[in-house]
């Protein structure tokens, strides 16, 4: 289970990077605008986020294989409420337009759900 899980982490690393990447290429060229507190904001809450909840997932694909879908379905509803509460402590007490902030964050927020569910997908048919 160690295993799987440092597997894991090092695929959530390149991927996170890539992303992290691609993003701040797309900032650099001015085709998103965003400050660098907020960019940093969007990638630390979904690195972290993935970071912290695929521990219960794991444990979840040793013990519990038959329940692991639903184990990831409840693991994307927490995250997907976690986002929700995250988002509307920052956009909500701001006088200036988030929209932009708001995008970008769902994006990111959107390539990581994927890559979760192409990784949970991989062993669940395992």
């Not at 440092?6 to 797309?26: D, E, G, M, N």
Request: charged content about 15%; overall charge positive; hydrophobic content about 60%.
């Amino acid at each position: 289970m160690i295993k799987d899980i440092l597997r894991f982490y090092s695929k959530l690393f390149v991927f996170a990077s890539i992303v992290a990447l691609v993003h701040y290429t797309l900032h650099y060229f001015d085709l998103w605008v965003l400050n660098a507190r907020d960019f940093k904001r969007i990638h630390g809450f979904n690195f972290l986020a993935s970071v912290f909840l695929y521990p219960v997932l794991a444990y979840s694909f040793h013990y519990l294989k038959d329940k692991a879908g639903f184990v990831f379905l409840a693991l994307s509803l927490f995250k997907m409420l976690m986002v929700m509460i995250f988002m509307a402590i920052l956009i909500l007490p701001n006088t200036e337009p988030m929209q932009s902030f708001a995008l970008q964050f769902l994006i990111v927020y959107s390539f990581y759900l994927i890559f979760e569910l192409l990784i949970t997908v991989r062993n669940l048919k395992d």
